[in-house]
């Protein structure tokens, strides 16, 4: 089985899967207070020669939140950057595959960005849209 095989199977195993395409796989996390957080892996066979996942994680309409506020909460840890995308303000981080072992390399930094992107879209926004 592929690394990536086994980051689908992961993700199938533990969320609920909103959207899968052969790349691509849009799944929702729960967080806290009943809130959730929509999270998009995409992934990158060949990039830089090596096969690498994205994880990115919306927090909010970049044309409705403050955007030096993300990047000042987002420049506070190690895990994931700030990004716009199609209008939409993410967080993001990117992991290898190589030699990936799933809970500790891919596991850990998606709950780590997943909760952050939840706190930071509740500061922004006070809402839970995504």
Avoid: C
């Avoid at 690394?3 to 799944?27: H, K, P, Q, S, T």
């Avoid at 806290?32 to 927090?59: C, F, K, N």
Wanted: hydrophobic residues 40%; charged residues 25%; proline residues 3%.
């Amino acid at each position: 089985m592929s690394i990536w095989a086994g980051v689908i199977n992961f993700v199938r195993a533990r969320y609920e899967v909103l959207e899968e395409r052969g790349d691509w796989l849009r799944f929702r996390v729960d967080t806290e207070d009943g809130r959730g957080q929509q999270v998009t892996l995409h992934h990158l066979p060949d990039h830089d020669g090596l096969e690498w996942v994205e994880i990115s994680s919306p927090v909010g309409w970049a044309d409705k939140i403050d955007l030096r506020r993300l990047l000042e909460l987002a420049g506070g840890d190690s895990v994931g950057g700030a990004a716009v995308v199609d209008g939409v303000a993410l967080l993001k981080h990117t992991v290898p595959l190589a030699d990936l072992n799933l809970q500790n390399e891919f596991g850990h930094p998606l709950t780590s960005l997943v909760t952050r992107a939840d706190a930071f879209e509740h500061e922004l926004t006070r809402a839970d849209e995504f």
